[in-house]
């Protein structure tokens, strides 16, 4: 049955549960009105037949005794034969001895009248001890109807109430229906390859976390199969320069005439491999960081005692001459002081690197954040490669050698942990004609 709902259209589906609701309404009516009907009268409220036919028939039987009274002169059987035809139904005249059911009996002794259920009957006890048999008199429940009228009453009972029902519950979850529908064809697309698939704004408050949570999850795969692609290429690339020279001091090698240049090859091998060793090993701790959840060490920080121990440290990076300017806010802040220091040492290493003579580090707090600033006085970055600066194995000096040094992954670190940290990177220009690079990283207070 959920495998055949599943291929019909949302209309189909409609009149489906329509059609089953109405049927349910029906058994459901039927089945309540028969327990209604065997609850006592003290429940329901509701007279007995028998008492409520004994008590409507009280004036016939008074006015057929006051006949019976008036008229001595004729036989009870005469009396009844005259008042026979002003009646729908028969009067039979019974000898007192007559065979009755006991609880008949026991009310007939009781109250001088008695009603049987079963057969639609009222008796009467008279003075002269005989007993007058009315009926059957055809007044029916509705449980004891013809089957036709009481089915044409139990359905269009139940189309109503199911027509009301349905109205309502329509009105009260077609939001969620549809927002349903759409989270569900999003999720296939997005089983199916289509990364760009992303839900509507879902109406309904249950369902409003769920599409968000879906869409993040849409960016998020996205967003690493990007990443990956783009790391396999740039990866690749970096393959080639080692591989390539390997290749070359391996066929020099066989040419070498004395062991002076054998030695020289074979140590450029060396160096080679283990490039290869150092590049494979970054490589693989980025993408370890990337893709797993990192748990953050948060710590409590005094930034300008934390930024003077971080610049004394990297003072014997320096180029000569090299000015390194240290300003910090004297407050305190809570994140993780490893993955900072990886932030802040890889920006200044940079500055080292491509500044002229000067790079400013500056660290403060701002609302939720704690801000890491690094100014230098060199080229500066294009607009252009703003961003490209932060992809993986991206490199605007394209000249690297083995004596250069550097994978491109810096800066790809700043980024990645500043997005562990709930924050953000970016570059912009320094008041120094350089590069700014910001990090604001999310402080745990």
């Known amino acids: 049955m959920s495998v055949i709902l599943t291929k019909l259209t949302f209309s189909k589906r409609i009149i489906i549960y329509l059609i089953t ?10 089945g309540a009105l028969l327990v209604f009907d065997a609850l006592p009268p003290s429940i329901t409220g509701v007279p007995e037949d028998h008492t409520v036919q004994r ?13 019976i009274n008036q008229n001595k002169n004729l036989s009870v059987q005469q009396v009844v034969d005259n008042l026979q035809p002003l009646f729908g139904y028969p009067i039979t005249v019974l000898e007192a001895d007559v065979l009755l059911p006991p609880s008949v009996k026991k009310e007939l002794d009781e109250y001088g009248t008695a009603y049987d259920e079963d057969l639609d009957i009222l008796y009467v006890s008279l003075d002269s001890h005989d007993i007058l048999k009315l009926g059957p008199i055809l007044m029916r429940d509705i449980l004891e109807s013809d089957f036709m009228p009481f089915s044409v009453f139990i359905f269009l009972w139940s189309l109503f109430s199911v027509a009301i ?21 999003t999720a296939e697309r997005l089983g199916q390859g289509d990364l760009d698939a992303r839900t509507e704004d879902a109406r309904s408050w249950l369902f409003r976390p769920l599409a968000s949570v879906l869409n993040n999850m849409g960016v998020h795969i996205k ?37 002076e240049e054998r030695l020289q090859y074979r140590k450029g091998l060396d160096e080679d491999i283990d490039e290869l060793e150092s590049l494979i090993k970054v490589s693989l701790s980025y993408f370890k960081m990337q893709q797993s959840q990192f ?29 390194l300017e240290c300003n910090s806010q004297d407050d305190t802040a809570l994140f993780d002081i490893n993955l900072s220091d990886t932030i802040v040492k890889n920006l200044l290493l940079n500055a080292f690197k491509y500044a002229n003579s000067k790079a400013i580090f500056s ?57 562990i940290h709930n924050g953000k990177a970016f570059v912009v220009t320094s008041p120094l004609g350089g590069a700014r690079f910001v990090v604001a990283i999310k402080s745990g207070d």
Request: a neutral charge; proline letters at 4%.
């Open 295 to 323: 748990e953050l060490n948060l710590t409590e920080v005094p930034l300008k005692e934390w930024s003077e121990k971080l610049c004394k440290s990297l003072t014997l990076f320096k180029p000569e001459n090299f000015e």
């Open 21 to 30: 609701l109405l049927i349910l309404q029906c058994i459901i009516a039927y």
């Open 165 to 185: 029902f349905f109205i309502l519950i329509y009105f009260a979850f077609v939001h969620f229906w549809k927002d349903l529908v759409n989270i569900r064809k």
């Open 223 to 259: 967003h690493l199969v990007t990443t990956s692609e783009t790391i396999s290429h740039a990866m690749a690339h970096e393959l080639r320069t080692p591989l390539a020279r390997m290749r070359f001091e391996l066929s020099m090698l066989d040419e070498a005439r004395s062991d």
């Open 55 to 67: 008590d409507s028939q009280k004036g016939t039987v008074s006015l057929i005794r006051m006949q």
């Open 363 to 419: 660290v403060f707090k701002k609302e939720d954040k704690v801000v890491f600033v690094i100014d230098d006085d060199g080229p500066g970055v294009p607009i252009e490669f703003r961003d490209r600066v932060f992809m993986p194995f991206s490199r605007l000096d394209t000249s690297r050698t083995r004596t250069t040094g550097g994978y491109g992954l810096g800066l790809a670190y700043v980024k990645l942990i500043a997005e």
